[in-house]
């Protein structure tokens, strides 16, 4: 396979694979040696450290240099050899370097957050575990063990969901999150099933890459051709669709996605890592590895479905009150964005935002597990009985956790996608290619751009009003339990160097020098399949517009929610008519537009639990019942045919005991009548 | 003239009543009787078609042999009915079924 | 000494030993009897090393390509007009029945292992269960009907006795159902065995035989005889080899088992001590995959290759009804059972496609359901003997009392619903694929069963994660409150060492298949070349 | 009469040259005298004497038939001016009745209840001695004349055993039973002989003219005329519709009788079918009757109405009695094959049924002894008790039933493949019915005969420790008819081949 390979691609491989190891060994050290040692924590820490380093190493020889495939005879099975290697190309050493990198500070962070819970030696063994399957996930070069790791990525992070598996929500959630991500699972290898049935090979890199088999392939008279193999086009659907299961469950995507608010049942952190940054980025990632695969009708479908659930999911995010929730519909969101924009042909942008997502969401999780942490804190030290997530009893914390503020406020800008972050360039690129597809498509499609835009706009009304009711205002708790006793801060250097790391992460230069304009981002030209745009109208139109109303939106948040502080401040002049001006267009849109959209939101919500919540636990009830029924079936037919043949050996045999009645003569003349009546027979039939 | 067919008919008429006798009567004396009747019908036959068996005989002998054989299950089921009498008190067939199913 | 003899027979001669050795010295008779497993065990393994693989080694349907071989005339009886019956001892292996020999020899000593928990008629129990071990061995390495019928026959009685005796409280019941249904399996296939015999003449001695490899060759039959391919014969009307398929097909169906001749299983395994119930499993379901392959897809091809269609729609009726059943059961063992079922399915599904990678997977699935099956019963056996319970809503919150046996349990139980990187994934993803395939292979199986099929992988993780979440998850809840608790003690070293091998096993072979793909690949492509070329004859 | 003259010296020198033939049953005669005068010389004590001088008279008696193998290398070989046929299968037949009553004459004193018949059991031996001759004949007869003697002499000898025990209720009834069934039978097949002899003018079944007359004469009172024999033969083989006695009879009689009937009889009435069948099946323009189909519809009714009531038995021997009127119907499968190699696979079978059977009864008869009961359901836990005894009855149903490894299973493979062999060339749907009813009847056959290991093994009771009055010589007995039967499972061709 690799006879001609220089020895700087084998080290290169070998640091791809130490770095893929080195989790891996962690995790079984921690297993088999450190049961309950507080040493686990650092073991998987360094772990993730050097392979961090060694995959920024492999990035940087990789990144735009050449791809390396390397791989090595796993089975034989028929006549199909079946290899295990390593895929290493732009895709895979960007999500390598960003999983690897992102985990680092979360693992950091997770030494102090998890170092007073009792389950602390497993915590960083699931934790270990995941990080190597998710790097694994991205480096494999073939279709079964994508789908292997897949799967194991999904399993640790059913683990990790139910990592206090003494709560019952935990082990409800993470049962949910592990059914439907295996419904994807399905989707998935069927899928992978058809493609091998159709191109006899698992080989991402012959299957993907440019003129390989599935470009090669056609679709003609209704027949799905690929050398000699024909098959009904609708298989060719199938798996696309079997695909998308997967993306939609592992990437949260409508309908498949409520497992993902569940899923914040586990430890924060593991939210930051998994459920926000790495793994849910996963199923984008599956549709970047097999898009050729896709063809028009369907990225379109893709499209609809990625904006429906960002918009979707915006709505939802507005009324919540769960610090985790919120942010958990956010990503959901995001993922919709990304997802959108794989529908839409911007390839190279969605994985930009991917990677942009990965580090600001994470760097909010992490922001909120501080926050939580600390009111949980409090709650523990005055003996309350409240939800150390409900935002409702926040506010005021940006003088407690100063650090933690300007870390939210950062990521928050990045999500809302305001210049000078990195969301800013990610975002706008996504939006601005969306109108140039729509206008391209034609009119009908500007409704996706245009829902990705108002998207965008409730995202900063939500993050705008959760950075509010946290760290603005007064503490709610305060007014709520006068005299109870507050300590608490930013915590020490392990949850502030994470902070600190992300932050800068989320800014726009580790992307772009430019901070305006997505275009001139490295990442881009990184990513095969980007062409580069013409200079158009919406360059310049839609960043401009989108964060001007953003702003305003913002606004009307802080108004909405900071409000009576303006009232008090501001009783008279020209600032308290305006003031009171805006408070006409506040109340309009507070009737109108608040309200509708809250009410949208509600509904949403409503429908989200109830309608498509509803559906799964329809389809578990409808699997008990068809369960019921074949048991019933089992117990009462097929038994029961058994024991109706045991009945009629009973009933044949008590007629022939039927003669035996102790009477000789009775004996003598049943004799002679069967004597008789054979005869009768033999005369009447045989003659 | 008495034809074979004259024969044939008077032993069937016998081997018949024979029949019914066993299947009818409360007596297992009569049922031996009727055992006899039976057991005589084939012996007229036997001696009937016998005539027309010149070389061996066989019909007459057979006849000699089967009338012995009665009389010597006769004998031995005389014997088994005495020994039911002594048991039961009873010869009627009837009534004498503790084996059953 | 041929080695296969020696495997098959080692366990008699200690079952003999134990026979003769006075009841005061019982609590030696485990010891014998493990003793007799793992030199099994050791037997076997060394066969496995020196098993040659290639396709001058493929077997199947040439004699001289088995190995390990022995041929002893056995019986040999003149029929006068109808020519001589040849009945010989005739074992040798082939790649088919090499590992999963191997897979039995180590559920035999598990089992050995778990009949620890037997405490009343040691010497029968032993005894018994070495006579059976002797008859599962022996099926699998039969190349001769007679003797394979002989073998096949022969773990009825003991598995009667094993379930009747030291059973649960339905034990009667359940022994002879199982006994009932098996030999209704068999007594036909004694009369398909009977005509095929009569059909085959061994061409070099002129002999009708019994040996299995010449039915498989068309030439060997009579002109005009019933199973003859050229001739044609009816049987009530239905052509004579289809109706010895079916024939056949329905004994092993039983066993292995496929719905709806399946409800022997459930009260089987439930009634069934835990060693007994390992043995059901681990081994007697797959010697129906293994009839199913062997003998009714290599003696009647051109019928398997025509009923294709129907053995796959039982497989996946099979995977969905078994698992839905199962996702029903509140008692463990009883959900277990009909998880068997549901995978066992996928033996048959893999074997209708007849395609390499479906027969393949089929064979690793049966090998991997030995190992996985062998350990989930093992573990049920471990908390039933605890308290003597096993319905699933009397336990709660299991992981906190004992937290290494549910690291088991979540092995065993992720294991089976086909998580990567246990044997288990492989071996379905590969029966899904090899019956996916099938259509534009060969155009036996539709499309849509695979697809089916692969949603049953989706139930058993329902049935499991339910279990998983409602008797270990949570706050500890026990039906037996304290004394329960004080009950339940982790697994100990002796239960330890059974599933720790079990577990590394399963893994082994998933992350690498070709521990057993290896040894199977040039016979299962052997079988499929053969399959297809019966046509040509 | 005159011109008979010259035949007589024929026929003198024929019954004079026959007699070598004759040898084992001249040596039976002897042997009979011998116990009867032994009986009368020696008065009470002689049954231990009558027993062993029988046995002994056995074993010669064995050799002597032995020995008759050389004589009838060149064929069969017709005795007494046509009365009867020494052949290699008769030869073979005839084995087995020696070697079964042998085993049977030694355990009719193991039985506590008939030993403790106060007439004692000399006059049993003598009986039984005398039985043997009647079975001799039965197997070689080939003249209707000897066909309905031997029967008659087998049946007289059976009707004493029977009522053996006159002090018993049972016995005596069973007596009545049987005695008026069987002569009732005897006197329906004496008429269909008659009729026979009518329409073939002959009662030689072998000399040509019979078959060939009656192909000529009225198909419907041809039949009518066999159907009356076969009633007869039937009350021997016990196959249905004559099969109504076999219950009772065999319930009331003492064990060792029960096995005495349940065997003998009727492996000589299966050589006597054949015989009487022969003649007629190998007849080229035989029709009208047919031979096959009505066997093989009895056979199937049989296997059906024996193996099904005997599901709802719990006493032991009547249990025992239904499932041999279903093995009946077994052997009549191989029977129909007309052909040498079902009837090797006959007499296997008979001799694996007789030794079962025998064993079975035996142990049926050891727990009767030791804990005095007869019911199935008694037997609970039994088998803990009596570990050896309690195997024996496992292995030995094991063979009835027919399951590997045992000699039933050899067996009922022998017949299978016989009828199928037959099967390939015709393809009669009467032997493809037999065949499934055969195997089906196998499986209803376990419903049943696994009672008794239920019982044994799988019930659990408080053993009530009782005193033990044990006797080895049954378990002994039926120990080593086991191991046979096991060792002819493994090795059927130490048998077959000279079968």
Known sequence: MNKALPYQDIQTVCFAIAAVVLPFAAFVINFLFLGKSKLSGWVSTVAILVSSILSVIVFTRVWNVQQIHVKHLWFIIGDNTLYTGILLNNLSVLMLGLVSVIALPVHIYSTAYMKDDAGYSRYFQYLSFFCFSMLALVVMDNLILLYAFWELVGFSSYLLIGFWFDRATAVQANKKAFIINRIGDIGLLTAIIILFNQYHTFDIAQLFKDGGLIASSTINNGLWISGTTLTPVVWQYIACIGIFLGVAAKSAQFPLHTWLPDAMEGPTSVSALIHAATMVAAGVFLLGRVYPLFNEAELTTLAVIGCFTAFMAATIALTQNDLKRILAYSTISQLGYMVMAMGIGAYATSLFHLVTHAFFKCLLFLSAGIVIHQIKHIKEDNHLNIDPQDIANMGGLRKKLPLTFIATLIGGLALIGLPLTSGYLSKEGILVQAFEWAEHKGSAYMLLPVLASITSWLTAFYVARLILKVFYGDMHLLTLHPGIKIHIGDGGWRYKLPLVLLSLCCLFPLFSLNPLSHTQSWLLYGLSSYKGYTESIFEIIVPVVVNVLSLVVMYYAYIIYIKQSIWVSSQTGLLYRISFNEWYIDRFYNCVVVKFVLALSDMTFWFDRKVIDGFVNLLEKIGVFIAGIASWCDRYIVDGILHLSAAIVQAIGGFARRFQNGKVQYYLFSMLLAVIVVFILKILIWN | MITLTDFMIVSAVLFCTGMFVIISKKNSIQILIGIELMLNAAILNLVAFGKYDRINNSGQMFALFAIVLAAATTAVALAIILNVYKQYKTIDPDKIKQLKD | MNILTLLIFTPVLFGLIILLLPSSMRASFKYITLLATLLQLGFSIWMYLNFKTGASYAGINHEEQFQFVQKLPWISLDLGGAGKMQIEYFVGIDGISVTLLVMTSLVLVIAAIASWEITSNLKGFFALFLLLDMAVVGVFCALDFFLFYTFYELMLLPLYFLIGMWGGARREYAAIKFFLYTLFGSVFMLLVMVGLYLSVKDPITGNHTFNMIQMMNPKNYIDGSVFSILSHQTILGMPARTVGFVVLFIAFAIKVPVVPLHTWLPDAHVEAPTPVSIILAGILLKIGGYGIIRICTGIFPDVAYSGAYWLGLLGVISILYGAFNALAQRDLKRMIAYSSVSHMGFVLLGIASQTAEGISGAVLQMVSHGFLSTMLFFLVGVIYNRVHDRDIYNFRGLGTLMPKYTVYVMVAFFASLGLPGFSAFVAEAFSLAGAFKSHNVNGLLPYWMAVCGSVGILLSAAYFLWTLQRMFFGTVSLKGGDIWKIALTDINWRETATLLPLALIALTLGVMPSLVLGKINDSVLALVQFTQNVFHY | ?499
């Not at chain 4, 030993?115 to 039965?138: F, P, Q, R």
């Not at chain 4, 694996?352 to 037997?379: C, P, Q, R, S």
């Not at chain 4, 309690?390 to 590997?404: E, N």
């Open chain 4, 1 to 499: 009469m005159k011109y008979l003259f010259p035949d007589i010296s024929n026929q003198l020198s024929n019954a004079l040259g026959s007699i070598p033939f004759f040898m084992p049953e001249i040596y039976i005669t002897v042997l009979f005298v011998l116990v009867i005068v032994t009986d009368l010389l020696f008065g009470k004590n002689s049954a231990r004497l009558c027993r062993t001088i029988a046995c002994a008279g056995m074993v010669v008696v064995i050799f002597k038939d032995l020995q008759q193998f050389e004589q009838i290398l060149s064929g069969g070989h017709f005795l007494f001016g046509s009365m009867l046929l020494l052949h290699r299968t008769a030869i073979v037949f005839k084995l087995i009745i020696d070697l079964l009553s042998f085993i049977l004459l030694l355990y009719f004193e193991w039985d506590h209840r008939l030993k403790a018949h106060k007439k004692g059991l000399s006059d049993l031996y003598t009986i039984v001695v005398g039985s043997v001759l009647g079975l001799h004949l039965m197997i070689m007869a080939v003249n209707l004349l000897s066909i309905y003697l031997a029967i008659e002499f087998v049946s007289l000898a059976s009707y004493l055993l029977v009522a053996y025990r006159s002090e018993n209720a049972f016995s005596t009834e069973a007596g009545l039973k049987y005695v008026l069934f069987g002569a009732a039978s005897s006197a329906v097949m004496l008429y269909g002989i008659s009729l026979l002899y009518g329409f073939g003018g002959t009662l030689d079944l072998f000399s040509g003219h019979m078959a060939e007359r009656l192909a000529q004469v009225n198909t419907m009172s041809v039949s009518f005329a066999i159907v009356l024999v076969l009633a007869g033969i039937g009350f021997k083989l016990s196959f249905v519709p004559a099969h109504f006695w076999v219950p009772d009879v065999y319930e009331g009689a003492a064990t060792p009788v029960t096995a005495y009937l349940s065997t003998l009889p009727k492996i000589a009435a299966f050589a006597l079918l054949v015989n009487f069948v022969t003649p007629f099946v190998f007849y080229d323009h035989w029709k009208g009757f047919d031979f096959r189909l009505v066997l093989s519809a009895i056979g199937i009714l049989t296997m059906i109405a024996g193996n099904f009531a005997a599901v709802l038995q719990s006493n032991v021997k009547r249990m025992l009695a239904y499932s041999g009127i279903g093995h009946t119907g077994f052997a009549l499968m191989a029977l129909v094959t007309f052909t040498p190699q079902g009837l090797s696979a006959l007499t296997y079978y008979l001799l694996m049924y007789g030794l079962a059977n025998i064993a079975a009864l035996a142990l049926a008869n050891y727990f009767e002894n030791a804990e005095g009961i007869t019911d199935v359901k008694d037997y609970k836990g039994l088998g803990f008790k009596y570990p050896l005894a309690s195997v024996c009855f496992v292995v030995v149903l094991i063979s009835l039933t027919g399951l590997p490894v045992s000699a039933g299973f050899t067996g009922k493979l022998f017949v299978f493949s016989a009828v199928y062999s037959i099967y390939q060339q015709n393809h009669d749907v009467w032997l493809l019915a037999l065949l499934i009813t055969g195997a089906l009847t196998t499986v209803v056959a376990l419903f049943y005969y696994i009672k008794v290991p239920l019982n044994l093994f799988l019930k659990r009771t408080e053993l009530i420790v009782s005193e033990n009055k044990w006797s080895y010589n049954l378990v002994i007995l039926s120990t080593m008819i086991a191991i046979a039967l096991i060792i002819f499972g493994i090795f059927p061709d130490l048998l077959i081949k000279y079968m």
